[in-house]
């Protein structure tokens, strides 16, 4: 209780004595659930004690909260005894000054907006308490900054989230908008999300949808960066879509690197060690305009917390308007140094970049890496699993979608089996679709391209089939991915927009303009 005394004693006033409260607007919110009885339900979503300045107003508010929360009536009579039952009634100054709070309140007519002017009282004595806090956690010797940082930017968002609540919609409203995009995904034949920039992994998934948080989980060395680095480029070079990547493993020049090599086909070893030949170096210069502009923003902080990020994402969204956030990796991603373990801390990251996605209002598509129980696996039993990430904190129960890469020449396999096919396993990847919320799960393959850390769209005539829906769901079926009698598939629609692949792919011959991908694809449609 001295403790209170002390922080209302700093925070009731400001330099200016501009007052912090006002004990008439809380005897009128109380008197009103105390005349009518559908009052309080009326705040009870947003209803805290704490808000109460007064300290005798605030035990009458603990009084309504425990009687509610006990499916009891409120009103004086029931008030006065929940008081006196916990010994509170004398110190709130007797039944009397229960009884007295209805005194001038006709209704509760006007108790939301009462609320408010409470709220936006208590929300400035907080806010002047965290100040002072801050000031002297600064001032003190021993505290790290950035840790100090963490625990101011934690206190206002406990605050904030403490005194809001989301407001439930209608079902006609939640209709009309559910319709609304069902359409327009028809008409157009976009994805519902932002497009991948791979066909097929796009018709499994319906592009990266806003609000969710995509786990994207593999070994070292399978080519995560370098998968969401290509889907970053398609989405910003091609579509010119913001978007924001968190690099925690790599620095910025070399994700631009690698940009580079992806954009010109240029062998990305030649950008790092400086063996770019003088025609290289001006076709770089004179093609890569379209990379240069492109809306793509790199935040290379090392063991960037979670509340660090989250400013920063919310100033990207603000002020750069991005629409996706790439981490790389969550691992590596610091807490807030009180969870206990690691695993309890992976788990927290995982929920706040869930919750990141929810309030953005964007997809936040977060690498992961695998344990070593996959490399433990005999023989070529080596796929990942969702087992595999079951380890590592509530990954797979906060993520939306959860894919895998996986590449069998890693493992030295040559061949690899695909819908009965023995294919050349050495630019072979596959992108696994283990968990998806709100569609089919299953393999699509993926072709590798190490020189370049490239990915790109596999061509499907080499398993022996077209790309219709029956044949890959046929392909989906010999993998074990789509059981029988399961929903068909929609893995193989082939969309309307599709991405034209327009970079090099001759990485000899880097001024030849048609790709090889797009020669293999004219051939095949």
């Not at 890496?369 to 904190?393: A, I, M």
């Not at 929609?490 to 991908?517: I, M, W």
Request: proline share 3%; charged share 30%; with cysteine.
């Amino acid at each position: 209780m001295g403790k209170q005394k002390e922080t209302r004693k700093v925070s009731r006033r400001l330099d200016t004595d501009r007052i912090l409260f006002d004990h008439k607007f809380e005897r009128a919110v109380l008197g009103s659930i105390l005349l009518e009885r559908e009052a309080f339900r009326m705040l009870a979503e947003i209803f805290k004690p704490a808000v109460f300045d007064d300290p005798a107003n605030r035990n009458i508010a603990e009084a309504m909260v425990a009687l509610f929360k006990k499916s009891k009536p409120i009103d004086i009579l029931t008030v006065t005894q929940e008081l006196k039952e916990v010994g509170l009634l004398e110190a709130t100054g007797g039944a009397y000054y229960v009884s007295k709070a209805t005194d001038n309140i006709a209704s509760a007519a006007n108790i939301e907006f009462h609320w408010r002017v409470l709220q936006q009282y208590y929300l400035e004595r907080e806010m002047l308490r965290i100040g002072n806090d801050y000031k002297n956690r600064i001032l003190s010797y021993g505290n790290d900054v950035f840790e100090t940082y963490d625990w101011a930017m934690k206190e206002l968002d406990s605050l904030i989230n403490s005194v809001g609540s989301k407001t439930a919609k209608s079902l006609p409203a939640l209709f009309k908008d559910a319709m609304n995009t069902a359409v327009k995904t028809r008409l157009t034949g976009e994805s519902v999300g932002i497009p991948s920039g791979f066909r097929y992994i796009d018709n499994v998934t319906g592009g990266w949808q806003r609000s969710n948080l995509i786990i994207g989980a593999a070994r070292p060395g399978m080519g995560k960066t370098a998968f969401v680095l290509k889907t970053a480029y398609n989405i910003a070079v091609k579509l010119g879509i913001p978007l924001a990547i968190f690099s925690l493993e790599m620095s910025s020049e070399q994700l631009v690197h690698r940009l580079l090599s992806i954009h010109s086909q240029i062998p990305g070893e030649k950008f790092t060690r400086g063996k770019l030949t003088e025609d290289e170096e001006k076709f770089v210069y004179d093609n890569s305009e379209a990379l240069v502009k492109a809306p793509i923003h790199i935040d290379d902080t090392p063991a960037i917390s979670l509340f660090e990020m989250r400013a920063k994402a919310f100033r990207l969204k603000n002020d750069k308007g991005i629409q996706l956030i790439i981490v790389d990796y969550l691992q590596l991603m610091s807490g807030a140094g009180d969870e206990g373990n690691r695993e309890q801390e992976v788990s927290n990251i995982s929920k706040g970049l869930k919750r990141l996605s929810r309030e953005l209002e964007i997809p936040v598509i977060a690498l992961s890496q695998l344990s070593r129980q996959v490399e433990n696996r005999p023989g070529g039993s080596k796929k990942p699993q969702l087992s595999d990430l079951r380890e590592s904190g509530s990954q797979e129960q906060d993520a939306d979608l959860v894919f895998f890469l996986f590449r069998p020449e890693y493992y030295g396999m040559e061949e690899y089996e695909l819908n009965g096919v023995m294919v050349d396993a050495r630019e072979l990847a596959e992108f696994i679709v283990a968990k998806n919320r709100h569609g089919e799960t299953g393999p699509v393959p993926l072709k590798f391209s190490g020189q370049c850390m490239d990915f790109s769209d596999y061509d499907m005539s080499k398993l022996g089939i077209t790309v219709t829906k029956s044949d890959v769901n046929a392909y989906l079926k010999s993998t074990g991915q789509l059981e029988d009698g399961k929903k068909d598939s929609t893995f193989v629609q082939e969309p309307k927009n599709e991405f034209k692949q327009e970079t090099l792919t001759n990485n000899e011959d880097f001024l030849n303009q048609t790709s090889q991908e797009n020669e293999s694809t004219e051939q095949h449609d």
